[in-house]
């Protein structure tokens, strides 16, 4: 089906390893974004991509990198994880209308 | 900066109440404005928005939201909840000068008691 997938679905690490989650979008959108959404903070953009090699920060960008080589994919890296990074990431692409849409998420534990 | 407020951190109905949920914005210029739900365990999906026109919007379920623009608010509004209703509901902000930034808010949680 046509939509937003996030690999894995949950992730346990342990401080200071590298992760990478995965986002893959179908629809060609031009725009996709990270976000990490965190108790009484909803959800806060980390980075975001007008198109495949454009790629600029958010709110917050510290300790994360991106990357864009196609259309489709978003991976958002953790160069070093830490527990602060503990949280549910969520990406997503804009669609023609301006409507961002979502994909069902990945909870990352950071030990 | 700009930035989102929701009214309430949580919300506790009865079945068949009404629900308002408030939402304010701080910024000067043109906005599109978003609500969206998060149901338990899933991701966040498109409730309703307004880009211009009619300030009352509709949406999916029965949800409607009005825009004020000189109260910066979008509330989000349903005549009577049910329990399915249950969920995390985002207000969003997407202003010009923002390109395709959108600011979230910190949610609302909805309990609908049966």
Redesign the interface.
Known sequence: DAGITQSPRYKITETGRQVTLMCHQTWSHS?M?W?RQDL??????IY?S?AADITDK?EVPDGYVVSRSKTENFPLTLESATRSQTSVY?C?S?GPT????????TRLTVL | AQSVSQHNHHVILSEAASLELGCNYSYGGTVNLFWYVQYPGQHLQLLLKYFSGDPLVKGIKGFEAEFIKSKFSFNLRKPSVQWSDTAEYFCAVNGASQGQNFVFGPGTRLSVLP
């Open positions: 725009y974004f976000y009484g903070h909803g959800l806060r953009l975001y007008a958010g969520f997503a804009r301006d409507t961002q849409y979502f994909g069902p998420g």
